[in-house]
């Protein structure tokens, strides 16, 4: 009796030595995350200017889907969604699976060139290619040069260019971030696997979609659904390299926010709605994509 | 057939490395060019740098904002590898059905996206005079379910026999945590470090958010602001852009190896 009550007192200091490590981290996590989605949750119920605010029950929920501009932005960002994500998590697999032959010679000069980009700032990396798209920028100069236009284009002046210009430079920068992940992941697959399905008479297709893929399946599903996350919070792309433009056609879901809270009167109500849409797009896509990537095996 | 192959193989990366390095490249060269120069399409180094640099120090103050974003962004790193590491180190060692249950509601938090917590946390933070602060900056990505996620997954690589001995050498628990979990956690906390002090160079939106004067204002913040205006000084620009990736691309030469040893570490 006496052992037991005495390793019960032993196990209680265990478990609050325990809570005394991670106490520091839950607490900030709740005061700077969890409290601050509460009080959105309640500031989009309320309507008003600035600190003025009254109970409007879902009046900004039903707002939202009759502004245009926020219609627009939505859109934006699954047309960022639907197009780049896929391209750049395929290209990043590719690579990849390429970095990944054992023969292969500079495996860490390409490794390395390829991930360079992720190391830029998201600020610096859509101002180098604005400059890089610019009416008088160097895609122009070149264009221009080599006879393929007569005149400079203005890329992010046009609603379709300008996305286009978003979608390459995103696939730019996140690429080589996707293809670590991957790369790491591969080097849980012996490479016997391979070697075998070589011998069997697989093509480098065949191991690819057969081996690769499947035993990649846990990365791609978390590459998946950091990369949806990331699509839907969009901000710094938006800003510095189209300012939303031409007449919104290239705005975000954030930026739009930021501008509805920072930019114009502020309108904390309307924001924190139209928050609280992204969030529940992102936890419901996350929540597809786990069955999705469930469901397969 | 072989060779073809090969061929292919070697032409596909090579092109996805000249893609991946040919903006980086066109930067670090426009800043020493004259910006009619960029403009007329020059990608060889000249000899414009002094002036752009001179040019560049009339227009915004980088000395001010090279070094907000560096005590920012290493005060930030600091704290978080400490707070985040202890975290995941106790829900791992001390792990019982609360702490896994506690542990599974902290990352839910990842998916909050930042717009809306943004708005509840410029009214908390301007209610405690903490905007235009270094603690201001720092507060809210202190701690994050990635980190401490990613500390509790290598945690579970730390072997007990160590953690039996230190015990009975007499050591209390925050001694090992400090003499033995540290010392042989060390890619995981250069991996941690890299992320993190990107992730708090780079930070935009908050910045924006409560770096309302220009004294506190960050690099990137410096960088946005330079494109305001008609006439865009491209030479000019682009020694400003290379001088806010340099400090992260230096982190990431330094801590490259270590950091795919953490990252490995995470995905397993």
Redesign the interface.
Known sequence: MNGKGKRMTLEKRHSLTGWGFLTPAVVLIVVMNFIPMLRALLLSFQAGVGNRMSFAGLYNYIRMFQDAVFLRSLANNFIYLLIQVPIMLVLALVLASLLNHKDLRLKGVFRTAIFLPCATSLVSYAIIFRSLFAVDGFINTVLVRLHILDTGYNFLGHAFSARIVIILALIWRWTGYNMVFYLSGLQNIEYSVYEAAKIDGATPFQSFWKITVPLLKPTILLTAIMSTNGTLQLFDESVNLTNGGPANATITMSHYIYNMSFKYVPNFGYAAAMSYLILFLVAALAFIQMKVGDKRD | MIKR?KVW?YG??IL??V???F??Y??AV?ATNRSAE????RMLPGGYLLENIKNLLAAQNVGRGMFNSLKYSVILTLISLV??S??G???E????RM?DS?MSL?LL????????????????FSGFHLLNTTLGFI???????FL?MMFRQSARSFPHDILEAARLEGLN?LQI?FRMFVPTMRSTYAAAMTITF?NA??S??WP??IMQDTSSMTM??L??NL?EGYV?D?GM??LA?LL??IP??V??FIL?KSF?EG??GA??
């Open positions: 192959k193989q596909f990366l996805a490395s893609f991946s390095v903006p980086l066109w930067m426009s960029v403009i007329g399409g707070i985040c202890l975290a180190y106790g829900f060692i001390y792990h019982d702490k506690v902290l938090a990842m998916m909050v996206p930042f717009a809306a917590t943004m708005i509840p946390l410029y009214q908390m507060l809210p990505t202190l701690s994050t379910p401490i628990e945590f990107m160079w780079n935009y939106l924006k958010v990137p913040m960088v946005a494109t865009t491209y620009l682009m852009v806010c990736t992260t691309i982190i990431f490259q795919a990252i490995t995905v397993k």
